[in-house]
DNA sequence: ATAATTTTACTTACCGTTCAGTAAGGAGAA
DNA sequence: TTCTCCTTACTGAACGGTAAGTAAAATTAT
């Protein structure tokens, strides 16, 4: 069988509105109609809008967290801040609506983000600041603030993807030459991590 | 008297909430309680919200451009794209309404951004291939994609201050001693501008 | 100079729609 | 018969936008 039970179902539903639209503009009928439900079914299975969208963006946080947590465990601080900042691309590939998420609760004062994420969130800041004070430590890098490092990283990778449509209409005004082709998500994260690397090294 | 006129008035008020609660989320009827007026008020100024915000907005999307261009003019490569992320940054100090508007439609599909903004974006952009390509020329910069590079610059220096809240919330789950302190935004610049250019460099 | 008229810059009162959330009921499984 | 998982039908509030009217200032006519 297989199948996706129908709580699933307005999860993924809704993830990709909450994404799209963002939390405000994600309207529940809408979600409903897609799911093939009505309204109020999706009362039944979650107590409100907040709940649900908790439901959505939680388990998106605890994966990434883990996945970061998990790959940057061995090597030298430079192995491990290049892991760092793949291992955060590579989620972003696998999960395709997070980054949209993501970036509206950055310019938003996380308004809408639960606790549970913003503290998924502080465990990747721990494990960055404990890569750089190891780099520190190493003679690697050069000493720089967590944040911005944090910044350096997720701001340009989540900004690729939702700043696309940007982009396209900003290419419409350039004149033939001038257009810069849209570079491809795995470069970007090979080009972002070289530079961020060298710029921090001593 | 420099008395500032009700449509002044309408604008300033409407830009700070643009800029803290977002196109969707600003009301009217708050806007004009604080501007001392009515809703209706504001109609007879602006034909609708979408005006009033392209009344907000265009002026700073010119000015940000006005002054790259002419911030960026002399010097060789190197000068130049320290005085393009400085420009950058600096306007983000001078306008503190402007990092999350911009900020927002980066994250939205710049789905409320009006097209003569995204013409203003686009200036900025060749100015920056153009200094790209002349340090390439130079033999000081290795190619790179303007979009990847204006990524790089804009969005930690816009991040810096919109996901303020979300660092503060972050730092509270940390104990103590890993909490990395708030950088000061002048130094965020000079660290960003530090990195991004010894990334650059051949 | 002054009376008549028009324009400016609003106000009060309202409409229509959208949308989160609810009350109550019903069909099918256990 | 009772519990699960929904449906139909609804409420209430928020909000964008409009209709109609008005007081004061500016303009024109006499």
Redesign the interface.
């Known amino acids: 069988m297989a199948k996706v039970s129908k709580k699933e179902l307005i999860i993924e539903h809704s993830r990709k509105s909450f994404s799209q639209k963002?939390y405000?503009?994600t309207c529940l009928e809408s979600v409903a109609k897609e799911c093939g439900i009505t309204k109020p079914a999706i009362y039944y299975h979650f107590k409100d809008k907040a709940t649900l969208y908790k439901a959505v963006v939680c388990p998106e946080f605890t994966a990434l967290a883990q996945k970061i947590e998990e790959s940057t465990q061995t090597g030298n601080a430079l192995q491990r801040l290049n892991a760092y900042i793949y291992t955060f691309g590579n989620f972003l590939i696998s999960s395709p609506d997070f980054s949209?998420i993501f970036?509206?609760?950055?310019?938003?004062?996380?308004a809408n983000?639960p606790?549970e994420c913003?503290?998924k969130?502080?465990r990747t800041?721990?494990q960055l600041?404990n890569i750089l004070q190891a780099g520190v430590v190493e003679s690697l890098f050069e000493e720089?603030?967590?944040?911005?490092v944090q910044?350096?990283i997720?701001?340009?990778l989540?900004?690729?993807h939702?700043?696309?449509?940007?982009?396209e209409?900003?290419?419409?005004?350039?004149q033939d030459d001038?257009i810069?082709?849209?570079?491809e998500f795995e470069n970007?994260i090979e080009?972002?991590s070289?530079?961020?690397i060298?710029?921090?090294q001593c």
């Not at 209409?169 to 350039?174: K, W």
């Open positions: 963002g405000e503009l949209a970036a509206r609760e950055i310019s938003n004062g996380s983000l606790d913003t503290e969130l502080s800041i721990k600041a720089e603030s967590p944040f911005l910044m350096m997720v701001t340009p989540i900004s690729c939702t700043a696309k449509p940007l982009r209409r900003i290419a419409n005004f350039a001038s810069p082709l849209e570079p970007i080009s972002l070289k530079k961020i060298k710029g921090l």
